[in-house]
Every structure is written in structure tokens, then in C-alpha cells.
């Protein structure tokens, strides 16, 4: 039999409906506004300024940053889906097993462990001894580690993976212990698929991480082949801007309009377009709970 809802329970499902609808197209608006500013015409824009609808209706802006670096673009975005990938692993791996192990109460100065890593977000030495730290002694001047080990490791996402492990009942580990599992097996064999969603949402951080990093390319890299996309797209706004704003001689941009405020935005859609198709992947692994399927306590 339906059961019959009253009318105030009927306006608060409405009034719930309209609120997450209008929340949605908040968040959406910028999207579509920098979408639509991306196919209009600079005069246009220029004129009429920004609009949810493409104003004079064109290609010219993608045409033009991909016939001058349409096969730079596509080896950028290889470096950077190279460098998403091998990142994101690398620092999964890195953070689950210290996570883990900090986890453990019975681990041997634990506490000792989580003080010097929370020590470097409260104190850090600095930019110049970083610096000469990473080229000096690590040796990654113009190399592809350098778009990875600088950001492997998170403290603030492993004290989140912490709090996900420590949920964890004991009695599994004692369990497994008495089946004869090492802390190895029981890493890999329990806790990691108890923590799914804690791991997954700490690996969108790391991705998201990787994937927007233009900061170390800009202070390790020179060799143009080992550009990432925002590096190499933020070089292509950076010259459009200097010659929009004349500060590149006349005599070398004579005769020459360039899409200056369309291409912010195409560089934008071109920069988070594929991200953008990772979240739907992702998504439905936030809705399961930590310990679905677990003995609980």
C-alpha cells in the first residue's frame, strides 16, 4: 500500500528538488559561459562582452592555437596523462603504506612518525633550499621525474587515509594474524579494499594535483619536449597577452589580431575537458560506505 505524503512533506521534497536544481546550474554556468566564449568571435566578445551563447559563432581560436601547436599540444598532452598516471600510483602507493602503518597502535614510535610529518606542514625550510635541494642533489633539472617526485607525497591526504584505515575493526587484523597473514598481506588483502573510498578519493586529489601542475615545469624544466599542457598552454596565453598588450614591439605584430580574450578561455576547455570525463568514472564509489561489506563492531 503507498503510503500517502502530507503536504508539507510533499513542499520539502519540491523545495529540495529546486534548491539542488538551482545549486546545479550555479555550478554550471561558469562552464558553459567559458565554453560559449571559446567558439565566439573576439570582436564580438570585445563589443558585447561575455555571453552564455556563442556571439558570432567561429573555430578561429582552436584553429589557431592548433595550426601553430596542434603537435606540441598532443605531445604535451601525453607528457601530462604520463605524468597523471605514474604520479597518481606512485603517490597512492607511497601514502596508503605509510597511512597504514601509522594505523597500527601497535607500531613502534607511531607517534614520533606523525609528528615529523605534520612538522613539515607547520615549518618548511623554504623555496630556495628546495630548490637547490631538488636540482643539486636529486638531480631533476630537465627531467620527467621532476613533474613527479616533487608532489608524490601529501601529509594532509595521508593523515586523511589514516583516519579512513583506523576505522577499520582490529579483530580483522587479529584474524587474519591467527590465518597466519603478515602486515604485508593484510595491507593489501584488508585494508585496501575496506578503504576503496577513502583511496579513490584521495587518488582524484592526487590526479587533479598532477594534472593542473605547471609550477614545476616552470622551475625545473627548460627542454620544450618535456612541456606538460598547462605549462605549455600558459606559455601560448603568456605570448598572446605580451603582444595583445604591446609589450612585443609593433613592428613584430603588425597586421596581426590575435584572439586574446577567446583563447583564455579556449586554453581553459582545452586544459579541463578530458579531466572533466573522469569524475562520472569516480563518482559512484563516493556513495559506497567505508566499510560495506565489513564486520562491524
Known sequence: ??????????????????????????????LILTLSVSFSSE???????YSIFPQGFTFNTYLYIFAHSGSKI???????????????????LITTMISFAISIKKLKYR??????????????????PWYIVCVNYYHLRNSILALILPSIFSVWNMFLLRT???YIPPSLYEAAKIDGANYFKIYYKIALPLSKTGILTVGLMYALQYWNDWWNSLMFINDKKLFPLQYY????????????SGVVPSGAAANITLPAETVKMAVTIITIGPIIFLYPFVQKFFINGIMTGAVKE
Request: aromatic letters at 14%.
Open 233 to 244: 598552454l600558459y606559455n601560448i596565453l603568456s605570448n598572446v597577452n605580451a603582444i595583445s
Open 43 to 49: 570582436n564580438d566578445v570585445a563589443i558585447h562582452g
Open 164 to 166: 579512513y584505515f583506523s
Open 111 to 128: 607517534n614520533i612518525i606523525a609528528f615529523l610529518c605534520n612538522f613539515t606542514i607547520i615549518f618548511s625550510a623554504g623555496l630556495i
Open 74 to 92: 598532443l605531445k604535451s598532452y601525453g607528457i601530462t596523462i604520463f605524468v597523471t598516471a605514474v604520479g597518481t600510483i606512485g603517490a597512492l
Open 1 to 30: 500500500m503507498k503510503i500517502q505524503k502530507s503536504f508539507s512533506d510533499r513542499l520539502l521534497t519540491i523545495s529540495a528538488y529546486l534548491f539542488m536544481g538551482l545549486f546545479a546550474v550555479i555550478c554550471l554556468y561558469p
